[in-house]
C-alpha cells in the first residue's frame, strides 16, 4: 500500500484554526502561512466567525433557563479523524490587489488562555511573522518584540495588520484597554486604538502608544509632547527613545533623530540596537553628503572667483543656488575676456537646471566689454572679497561705476563693502538695468531688508510676497528660500506665528531642495524661536537642538543657549535657565535681546552679584554695535527697566514708562515695541501689587486697555512667572486685592486665582468688569457662576440707532467632507419671524460670504463646528463651507480686518470658540476679535459643548438680550437657571467678553 501523498497546506486552514495538527504540522503550516495572503485572508475569515459565535453563546447562555440541565461531556478517547475539506472550498481571492504591502507581516496566532476577565492575560500573545509593518515601536508587551521592518513599495495603505477579531474580543474580556488599542492600531484603525489608548489607565507605556497613533495621523508635534513627557520621568524608555526619533526624522531634524537612534542603540536590545545603528549611520551619512557638497559648493566657488578654477559640474547640478551666485561673483572678478569666456561651460549647467539661456546671455555680455577699462574695477572688487578694500573709496568708485557698462560690478561690491541700505536705489536700478530675475529678486530682498531695519514691517511684507510669487514663476529656488526667510522673520516679529510657519517651512523646503545648509540652519533658528512664542516647548527643544548640532557658529549657538534659557525662566526652573546661559559663548556682544531678557527675570527669581550691572552694560554694547532696530530699542529700555525695579523702583518705574511713551509713539505697526509696551505695563502692575496700591494697579489695566481709571465693580488679574496678583473696587468703590510670589509651575487654576474676600465684596455688583492679563483673559470659571462679569476687550461699542435690527444667524454648515464632522442637528431660529434677517446655510455659509454680511449686522448667531488647528489659525476658528478653492476656516485673523458698523452681539455656538493662543504681550481669539472688529458683546465657551442642549440654552439667552438685558446680565440668569437642575452642566464655561 502506497504512503498517502502529502497534503496540499491551502487545505490546512480550517484544521490549523481548530487545534487538529500536530505541533511538527502547525510550525510548518505557520512558515506558509507568513508568505501566502489567500491562506491569511481564509483565516481571519475563520476567526472572525469563532469571535462571532463565541459572542452569540454567551448571549445565549445569558438567556437560557438556569434549572436547564448542562449536557454530560463523554470522554475523548482519541482525537477524531481530520475532516475532509475539498480545494474547492477556500477563498481564491487574490489578495496583491486589495491588500497593502505591510500585510507582509501577519497576525498568525493567538494563545488564549481563561483567567478573570478583569486581568490581563499575559498567555494573549501574538505570534509575528518574520518582519513588522510599522517603523514605530509598541510598548504593549504582546507586540513589543523586534521584527525587522519591512513592506512592499506600492503604498496603496496606510500599513496594517491582519488582527483577528477573536484577539480583539479575548483583550477586551480581559479589560486589556492598552492591548485592545494595539490590537486596532495594527489593523490600521487608528480612531478606534485612539478611543481605548484615552480610556486606558495612565503609564509611561499608554503614552508612547499613544504617540505612535499621534505619529499615524501626521499630528508630529502632539507625539513630540507626550514622547517628551515620557523620556522626563523615564529617560531610558525604550519605545520613546525609538519613537522620538522617528518624530524628529520626519520633522526634517536629522542629526538629532540620528543622535536619538545612538541613545537606542547604547540600551543595547537585541534587535533594536541593531536596527537603531543603521539608521543613525544612514542618516548622517546623509547630512554629511549634503553638508559636503554644500562646502564643495563654497569652496569651488571661491577658487572660481579668485584663481579661475574650473567649478565642477556635479558640484553645481547638487548645489545650483550656490554655484549661481559665485558664477556673478567670478563675473565681476574676471580680470579678462578670455576669463569671463572659461564660465561658459558652468553657465550652461546653469540654464539647463533653471531653463533659458539667461545665464549663458551674461556671460556672453560681459565678454564682449572693453576689458581696458573693466579689468580696474574688476580688481577693486576682489579686494573687497579678500577683505583688503578701504572703505573710504566706496562713494568715489559708485558714482565711476553707475550708469556705465560695468555698473553690474556694483551688485556686489555694494553688499560686501557695507554700502547697503545707503545706495539701495542704485542696486535696485543695475539690477532692473540686467534685466535678469536673479537679481532683480535680490534687489528686492535688499530693498525688504532696509524697510525691516527701518521698522516698515508692513511695507517690507508687501513687497516680499510680491517677490515670492515672482519667484515661484522664476523657479529661482534659492533667491525664492531667502525670500520666505525674510517674510517668516517679519510675521514672527509681528506675532503672526501660522503664517512665520508657513513661510519658513516653504522656505526650508527650497533650502534642502537647493542644499543650501547654512540658510536650512537659519530658518531652523525661525522655527525655534516660533515654537518658543506659543510656549510649545518639545518643538522648541527640537528644532533648537538640530540647529545646535549642525551650526557650531556663536551667534546661533549663543541663541540656541538663550532660547533654551528662556524656556526654563518660562516653566520657573531658574537655576536651569541660569546653566543654560552660562553654556552660551560670548560674541560680539556679550548677549542678545533674549539673553538679557533671561538675566532681567533671573536677578529678581534667582539673584546673583553683578546680574542688573551686566544687563546695563550688554545692554548698552547692543546698542554702541548698531545691532537694534527702532522696536528692540524700545524693548531693551523695557529688559533695563525689569532688571533695575527690583532695587531701584524710582528708576524702574522711569524706565518702564518711558518704554510705554516709545511704544505709543512706534505704535502698532512695530510689534517688537507694542511686546515692550505690554511687558512695561505687566511689570508695572506687579510693582504696584507688591506694595498694596491697588488703586494703582486697576489704574494701569484700565490705561493699557485705553479707558478711564474704574470706580467700581471691577476686578484686574495678572499671573506672571511666579507671581499673581488681583485687585479689584467692590460696588461702592472699596479697594482691596492680593498678590503673592508662590507658583512654581507655569499651570495654574483659573478657578483659584481669585481671592473668596474678594469674590465675597464683588458678589453685590450687577454687573463686574474683568480685566484680565493676557494667560488667564477667555478662561472660563474666574468668578462664581452667580456673579455677571465679562471680560474687558477696550473700547466698548455703542448699540447703533437703527430702526429695524438686522440680524445674521449661521446654521445647518455643509462643513468639507474631508474633515469627517457630524452634521449638527437643526436649529431653530430664536426671535421669531423677521423680514431683514439674514440666514446662511448649507453650501452658502462660506467665510467670505459670512465676512460680507456681517458689516451690516446688529445681531449674529454662529452655530457651527468649532476646531483648533494650529495650521490654520493660532486661535480657535469656526468650520464653514469650502469656497471654491477649498478655504473653509474663518479665523480670528479674517475677523479683525472688517468693521462691524452695527456693533452686534455676536454669539458664537461653536466648540471652543473662545479658544485663546498662548500669547504672553496679547490676548488673541475670536472673541477678542469680533470685539475689536465692532462687536459690542460676544458670547463664547473655551470647550466643547454639546450639540442638543447649546441650541435652546443660546437661544434663551438671546432672548434676554433682546428683553432688554445686557449680555452678562442674561447669560448669568441663564446659566443659573440651568445649574439649579444641573449643576455640573457645561453652561457655567460660557463666558462674555465686552
Known amino acids: 500500500m502506497s504512503a498517502p501523498e502529502p497534503m496540499d497546506p491551502h487545505d490546512l486552514v480550517h484544521a490549523f484554526a481548530d487545534g487538529e495538527l500536530s505541533q511538527e504540522e502547525a510550525e510548518q503550516f505557520r512558515e506558509h502561512l507568513a508568505t501566502c495572503e489567500a491562506c491569511q485572508e481564509e483565516l481571519d475569515d475563520i476567526l472572525q466567525l469563532q469571535a462571532l459565535g463565541n459572542r452569540l453563546g454567551v448571549e445565549e447562555a445569558r438567556e437560557a433557563p438556569r434549572d436547564v440541565a448542562a449536557p454530560v461531556q463523554q470522554p475523548v478517547a482519541s482525537a477524531p479523524p481530520r475532516a475532509f475539506r475539498p480545494a474547492w472550498s477556500r477563498r481564491k481571492w ?22 478573570p476577565s478583569n486581568v490581563r492575560d499575559d498567555s494573549t500573545l501574538l505570534a509575528l511573522a518574520p518582519t513588522r509593518s510599522m517603523e514605530a515601536r509598541l510598548s504593549w508587551s504582546g507586540a513589543s518584540a523586534h521584527r525587522p521592518y519591512g513592506v512592499l513599495r506600492s503604498g496603496d495603505e496606510r500599513p496594517r495588520e491582519l488582527v483577528p477579531l477573536q484577539v480583539l474580543a479575548k483583550l477586551e474580556a480581559q479589560g486589556d484597554l492598552q492591548g485592545l488599542a494595539v490590537g486596532h492600531l495594527l489593523r490600521g484603525e487608528r480612531e478606534q486604538a485612539a478611543d481605548y489608548l484615552q480610556r486606558a489607565p495612565a503609564s509611561p507605556d499608554v503614552d508612547s502608544d499613544k504617540a505612535v497613533v499621534a505619529m499615524t495621523k501626521g499630528e508630529l508635534e502632539s507625539a513630540l509632547v507626550l514622547l517628551d513627557g515620557v523620556l522626563e520621568k523615564h529617560p531610558r524608555h525604550p519605545q520613546a527613545l525609538w519613537n522620538r526619533a522617528l518624530v524628529l526624522r520626519e520633522l526634517g531634524l536629522d542629526a538629532l533623530a540620528a543622535e536619538a537612534f545612538d541613545t537606542v542603540v547604547s540600551l543595547g536590545e537585541p534587535g533594536w540596537a541593531e536596527e537603531a545603528r543603521e539608521r543613525a549611520l544612514v542618516l548622517r551619512r546623509q547630512l554629511e553628503g549634503r553638508r559636503g557638497a554644500w562646502d564643495s559648493a563654497q569652496q569651488a566657488g571661491r577658487a572660481l572667483a579668485l584663481q579661475g578654477t574650473a567649478f565642477p559640474e556635479d558640484v553645481a547640478r547638487a548645489v545650483p543656488g550656490t554655484a549661481r551666485n559665485w558664477l556673478n561673483i567670478a563675473l565681476w572678478t574676471a580680470p579678462s575676456a578670455e576669463r569671463v569666456r572659461e564660465l561658459l561651460p558652468l553657465a550652461r549647467v546653469l540654464d539647463a537646471r533653471y531653463g533659458g539661456d539667461t545665464v549663458v546671455a551674461s556671460v556672453e555680455r560681459v565678454a564682449g566689454l572693453d576689458f581696458a577699462r573693466r579689468a580696474p574695477f574688476a580688481a577693486r572688487f576682489r579686494e573687497v572679497l579678500e577683505g583688503t578694500f578701504d572703505s573710504a573709496s566706496l562713494e568715489p568708485l559708485v558714482k565711476e561705476l553707475s550708469g556705465s557698462r560695468d555698473q553690474d560690478i556694483l551688485l556686489g561690491v555694494l553688499p560686501l563693502a557695507g554700502g547697503l541700505p545707503a545706495h539701495i536705489d542704485v542696486y535696485e536700478q543695475v539690477a532692473r538695468a540686467l534685466g535678469d530675475s536673479w537679481l532683480t529678486l535680490n534687489a528686492e530682498r535688499e ?15 508687501a513687497r516680499l510676497l510680491r517677490a515670492v510669487a515672482a519667484c515661484e514663476v522664476a523657479k529661482a529656488d534659492y533667491r525664492c528660500g531667502q525670500l520666505e526667510h525674510l517674510l517668516a522673520h517679519i510675521y514672527k516679529d509681528e506675532h503672526r506665528l501660522v503664517e512665520a510657519r508657513e513661510h519658513a517651512l516653504a522656505g526650508l523646503g527650497w533650502a ?11 530658518l531652523l533658528l525661525v522655527l525655534g524661536d516660533m515654537a518658543r512664542f506659543r510656549n510649545a ?14 551650526d557650531r557658529g556663536c551667534a546661533a549657538d549663543r541663541h540656541v543657549h538663550e532660547s533654551l534659557a528662556s524656556l526654563h525662566v518660562f516653566a520657573l526652573r531658574p537655576q536651569a535657565a ?16 533674549n539673553g538679557a531678557f533671561v538675566l532681567a527675570d533671573l536677578a529678581r527669581l534667582d539673584p546673583k552679584p553683578g546680574d542688573v550691572e551686566k544687563v546695563r552694560e550688554g545692554l548698552a554694547k547692543l546698542d554702541a554695535a548698531g545691532w537694534l532696530r527702532p522696536g528692540e530699542k524700545v524693548m531693551a529700555t523695557h529688559i533695563q527697566g525689569r532688571a533695575v525695579i527690583g532695587s531701584d523702583r524710582a528708576e524702574g518705574q522711569r524706565l518702564l514708562g518711558q518704554a510705554i511713551v516709545s511704544g505709543e509713539l512706534l505704535g502698532a505697526a512695530d510689534p517688537v515695541a507694542a511686546k515692550a509696551r505690554a511687558y512695561s505695563y505687566s511689570s508695572l502692575i506687579l510693582d504696584a501689587g507688591s506694595t498694596g496700591d491697588w488703586a494703582r494697579a486697576l489704574s494701569l489695566f484700565a490705561q493699557e486697555a485705553r479707558v478711564p481709571a474704574p470706580e467700581r465693580c471691577s476686578l484686574g488679574v495678572e499671573v506672571h512667572d511666579e507671581r499673581t496678583l488681583t485687585a479689584a473696587r467692590g460696588p461702592t468703590g472699596e479697594l482691596l486685592g ?23 465684596a464683588l458678589k453685590p455688583c450687577e454687573h463686574v468688569s474683568v480685566f484680565a492679563r493676557y494667560p488667564v483673559h477667555g478662561q472660563a470659571g474666574l468668578l462664581p457662576p452667580d456673579i455677571a462679569w465679562s471680560y474687558h476687550t477696550g473700547t466698548q461699542a455703542q448699540a447703533p440707532k437703527v430702526s429695524a435690527p438686522r440680524p445674521l444667524v449661521v446654521y445647518d454648515v ?10 449638527l442637528r437643526s436649529w431653530e431660529l430664536s426671535g421669531g419671524p423677521s423680514p431683514r434677517r439674514v440666514e446662511l446655510t448649507g453650501a452658502a455659509a462660506t467665510p467670505s460670504r459670512l465676512l460680507a454680511e456681517l458689516a451690516q449686522a446688529t445681531e449674529v448667531e454662529i452655530h457651527a463646528h468649532g476646531l483648533v488647528n494650529l495650521g490654520v489659525s493660532d486661535a480657535s476658528l469656526l468650520v464653514m463651507a469650502p469656497e471654491a478653492g477649498g478655504r473653509y476656516a474663518l479665523t480670528a485673523g479674517q475677523v479683525r480686518q472688517q468693521k462691524l458698523r452695527g456693533a452686534p452681539v455676536v454669539l458664537l455656538g461653536a466648540c471652543q470658540a473662545a479658544r485663546t493662543a498662548p500669547y504672553l504681550h496679547a490676548p488673541w481669539s475670536l472673541p477678542v476679535a469680533f470685539a475689536e472688529a465692532g462687536a459690542r458683546a460676544v458670547i463664547a465657551s473655551p470647550i466643547d459643548i454639546p450639540d442638543a442642549e447649546a441650541g435652546p440654552f443660546f437661544a434663551r439667552v438671546m432672548e434676554r438680550i433682546r428683553a432688554g438685558s445686557t449680555a452678562s446680565l442674561a447669560l448669568r440668569d441663564e446659566r443659573l437657571r440651568v445649574l439649579s437642575t444641573q449643576p455640573d452642566s457645561w453652561v457655567k464655561t460660557v463666558v462674555v467678553f465686552e
Do not use: M
Not at 522648541?540 to 540647529?547: I, K
Open 447 to 461: 530693498r525688504a531688508l532696509a524697510e525691516y531695519g527701518k521698522g516698515d514691517l508692513a511695507g517690507a511684507e
Open 537 to 550: 516647548f518639545a518643538l522648541t527643544r527640537a528644532y533648537l537642538g538640530e540647529q545646535a548640532l549642525r
Open 814 to 823: 455643509d462643513a468639507p467632507a474631508s474633515l469627517n464632522l457630524p452634521r
Open 578 to 593: 541660569r546653566e543654560e546661559l552660562e553654556k552660551a559663548p560670548v560674541c560680539d556682544v556679550p548677549f542678545f535681546l
Open 738 to 760: 492680593h498678590q503673592d510670589a508662590s507658583r512654581r509651575s507655569p499651570d495654574f487654576d483659573v478657578a483659584s486665582l481669585v481671592p473668596a474676600s474678594v469674590i465675597a
Open 94 to 115: 487574490v489578495a496583491a490587489a486589495a491588500l497593502s504591502g505591510s500585510l507582509a507581516a501577519i497576525l498568525v496566532l493567538v494563545a488564549v488562555r481563561s483567567g
Open 512 to 522: 534642502r531642495q537647493t542644499q543650501e545648509w547654512t540658510l536650512q540652519a537659519d
